[in-house]
């Protein structure tokens, strides 16, 4: 059995790792809601958007939006993947790069497949064995929507000249703090509603349908990547919380059992103490 001194440096230890982890989860606790009332606020416009342009394009005309909806051959794939810049937020990180690299070998496989980083944790990873065309994890440093305007304009750009055939996006999509959604979504091309399309005769278009959608299309687009962004970003400080509330937890059942055998140890020592107290007496009388 361990000596009393270090089963309280252990116990110390401890301690000052559940004030650690108890901190971070209420910081954790404080970003999310921000976070959550952000998300929550833009996600009903963005759908409605998304929805909106996919009914247009599967009714367009000629060449109007033509360069974002050309579903060519695949043969060129770029992945943008979004992690978070920290650790300490159990599985948030290491299950979108699991599904990132699945991209790499299943759906896509044989294909050539690079990647956009939005994150330090999966720049870290993937730039290890997979091409990283470029890293932009420093927008969590602003996270703003006309920042990641310029992202979106990148991707729009390389995919209208040829550059790639196909961009997904892949990241956690917030459902709540203890649950997040590994989701990979379908950039570019713009996929059309299927079958009969019948809500176009719903809208008035002023002054002409060509004219709106030209300008809505890149509007969706920088909306749905500031959605994928700001979902991820909820959802790290919701697994954050979760996992430092299970540190939390698991520190102090490791405190208590801890304590329990300093107490063992100590009352052994103790009754060890009294023997040799009482043999000696004993051996004195004799």
Known sequence: MANLKEIRNRIASVKSTMQITSAM???SAAKLKKAQDAITAMRPYANKLTELLQNLSG?????VGAKYTDNREVKKVLVVSITSNRGLCGAFN?????ESVSLYHGKYGGKQVDYITIGKKGNDILGKKFNIISNQSSIFDKLTFENVTVIAEDLMQRFTTGEYDRIELVYNRFKNAATQIVTTEQFLPIVPVEGDVNASADYI???DKAGIVEQLIPKSLKT???KAIRDSFASEHGARMTAMHKATDNAGELKDQLTLTYNKARQAA?????LEIVGGAEALND
């Open 270 to 274: 103790i009754t060890g103490e009294i």
């Open 205 to 207: 278009f002023e002054p």
């Open 59 to 63: 009714s367009l005309d000629g060449d």
């Open 25 to 27: 989860k209420m910081v």
């Open 224 to 226: 749905q990547l500031y």
């Open 94 to 98: 290491s299950n979108i790069i699991k």
